[in-house]
């Protein structure tokens, strides 16, 4: 938006567009208002704006807006807590002599955007929890030829290939807030579609079939983590083991995890007050390199699989699909760089408890590789696919 479109806003009175908030000492309300502005439930198309340094009354606020306040506002896109990340910048601005950092939020393409599993609206100057018919409303609007490849309809697939159970027990208490659950007025049709389960015409979405099909190889066939482990340096090296780890993204997950530990070597330290534990490799630095793998990988256009190699001197982790969106081969890798080819799989995936935070799963391993006395990995970041090469501890 132009300045000049920011300052007649600026000196309006609150609306379904326009939100301030004199400071950011509630930080929780900007998230809402951000939700709000996403879903933008009066279907304007229009840039949903939130004001941070004015007060209610149009006057200005004081509020110092510095570069911590601008980094802590445009951090709440990707923390993980609004659900699918909605388009926003932050920028400082000085509007009639008051300086305040606007916050410029886009309509969501893919609604209904929930905060925390509520999905908040506003309309005129009320921002309230949805309806049931709200919601409905949301995904009525959906504009479905721009969405991600991971929230495309599986063409063929029906209902019948997933496991509504599973989606009943695991994976609804977890998406959804209980109040949400509480009021039961949605039909399991209205939940999946709410969602982004299920597409327009009536099919399972991708994501749908990654985390709840019956047989999702079936309709993906590279949805699978290929694993070896060598016993040598090259893999002509005799095989020690192979696998292929199939099942629905969360199958996936839990069984690498369980493989990592099995092949995990621990030596003791001993002579100190407290026998420790010295891994040739830490966990979380695997898990979480892995995670970024089956995530960030492409679905679209490829049979390949995410592929975990064990040798005796290293371990490399591959997956298809290479950088993505504001991610380059110049970025990748970089503190606070991220994008999602796959955002409704990474919903999924948040919702489900196996990704705690975003953008941060890179920066983690590093440290902890780092607090174990392994060196750094290694990445090699292609075109059509990117590898990770971690070595053990000396």
Same mark, same amino acid.
């Given at each position: 938006?132009?300045?000049?479109?920011?300052?007649?806003?600026?000196?309006?009175?609150?609306?379904?567009?326009?939100?301030?908030?004199?400071?950011?000492?509630?930080?929780?309300?900007?998230?809402?208002?951000?939700?709000?502005?996403?879903?933008?439930?009066?279907?304007?198309?229009?840039?949903?704006?939130?004001?941070? +340094?004015?007060?209610?009354?149009?006057?200005?606020?004081? $509020?110092?807006?510095?570069?911590?306040?601008?980094?802590?506002?445009?951090?709440?896109?990707?923390?993980?807590?609004?659900?699918?990340?909605?388009?926003?910048? =932050? #920028?400082?601005?000085?509007?009639? !002599?008051?300086?305040?950092?606007?916050?410029?939020?886009? &309509?969501?393409?893919?609604?209904?955007?929930?905060?925390? +599993?509520?999905?908040?609206?506003?309309?005129?100057?009320?921002?309230?929890?949805?309806?049931?018919?709200?919601?409905? #409303? $949301?995904?009525?609007?959906?504009?479905?030829?721009?969405?991600?490849?991971?929230?495309?309809? *599986? %063409?063929?697939?029906?209902?019948?290939?997933?496991?509504?159970?599973?989606?009943?027990?695991?994976?609804?208490?977890?998406?959804?807030?209980?109040?949400?659950?509480?009021?039961?007025? #949605?039909?399991?049709?209205?939940?999946?579609?709410?969602?982004?389960? *299920?597409?327009?015409?009536?099919?399972?979405?991708?994501?749908?079939?990654?985390?709840?099909?019956?047989?999702? @190889? @079936?309709?993906?066939?590279?949805?699978?983590?290929?694993?070896?482990?060598?016993?040598?340096?090259?893999?002509?090296?005799?095989?020690?083991?192979?696998?292929?780890? !199939?099942?629905?993204?969360?199958?996936?997950?839990?069984?690498?995890?369980?493989?990592? #530990?099995?092949?995990?070597?621990?030596?003791?330290?001993?002579?100190?007050?407290?026998?420790? /534990?010295?891994?040739?490799?830490?966990?979380?630095?695997?898990?979480?390199?892995?995670?970024?793998? =089956?995530?960030?990988?492409?679905? /679209?256009?490829?049979?390949?699989?995410?592929?975990?190699?064990?040798?005796?001197?290293?371990?490399?982790?591959?997956? &298809?699909?290479?950088?993505? +969106?504001? =991610?380059?081969?110049?970025?990748?890798?970089?503190? +606070?760089?991220?994008?999602?080819?796959?955002?409704?799989?990474?919903?999924?995936?948040?919702?489900?408890?196996?990704?705690?935070?975003?953008?941060?799963?890179?920066?983690?391993? %590093?440290?902890?590789?780092?607090?174990?006395?392994?060196?750094?990995?290694?990445?090699?970041?292609?075109?059509?696919?990117?590898?990770?090469?971690? %070595?053990?501890?000396?």
């Amino acid at each position: 938006m132009t300045d000049a479109e920011l300052l007649a806003l600026f000196r309006l009175a609150e609306s379904d567009r326009v939100e301030r908030k004199e400071s950011n000492a509630h930080p929780d309300r900007i998230r809402q208002a951000i939700c709000a502005h996403a879903n933008d439930l009066p279907n304007h198309r229009e840039t949903g704006l939130i004001f941070v +340094g004015q007060r209610d009354d149009l006057t200005c606020a004081g $509020l110092n807006i510095d570069d911590r306040l601008l980094q802590t506002l445009a951090g709440y896109r990707s923390e993980g807590l609004i659900l699918p990340f909605p388009t926003m910048t =932050v #920028r400082r601005v000085t509007l009639d !002599g008051c300086q305040v950092a606007v916050i410029e939020v886009e &309509p969501s393409d893919n609604p209904p955007v929930r905060f925390e +599993g509520r999905v908040w609206i506003r309309v005129g100057p009320r921002r309230a929890i949805a309806t049931a018919e709200e919601e409905r #409303r $949301l995904v009525e609007k959906r504009r479905w030829g721009s969405l991600p490849y991971d929230a495309h309809g *599986v %063409r063929g697939a029906t209902l019948d290939d997933l496991d509504l159970r599973r989606f009943q027990l695991e994976y609804l208490p977890a998406a959804f807030s209980p109040e949400a659950l509480a009021q039961n007025q #949605r039909t399991q049709d209205d939940q999946l579609r709410a969602l982004r389960l *299920v597409h327009a015409d009536g099919s399972p979405t991708v994501t749908a079939i990654l985390v709840l099909g019956v047989e999702p @190889r @079936r309709w993906i066939p590279g949805a699978y983590v290929q694993f070896l482990r060598v016993e040598g340096v090259n893999l002509t090296d005799p095989l020690v083991d192979q696998r292929e780890i !199939g099942g629905t993204v969360a199958d996936q997950l839990r069984q690498a995890d369980e493989i990592m #530990r099995l092949n995990i070597r621990r030596a003791a330290n001993v002579g100190g007050a407290v026998r420790e /534990e010295a891994p040739d490799y830490p966990e979380e630095a695997l898990r979480q390199l892995i995670r970024n793998a =089956v995530l960030h990988r492409a679905y /679209e256009g490829t049979a390949a699989p995410v592929r975990i190699t064990w040798f005796s001197n290293r371990v490399e982790i591959q997956n &298809p699909g290479g950088p993505y +969106g504001q =991610v380059t081969r110049q970025t990748f890798g970089q503190p +606070g760089v991220a994008d999602y080819r796959n955002p409704t799989l990474a919903e999924a995936l948040k919702s489900m408890g196996f990704i705690e935070r975003f953008g941060v799963g890179i920066a983690i391993a %590093r440290e902890r590789l780092a607090k174990n006395g392994n060196p750094q990995p290694d990445f090699t970041v292609e075109d059509a696919h990117i590898h990770v090469t971690v %070595r053990p501890r000396p």
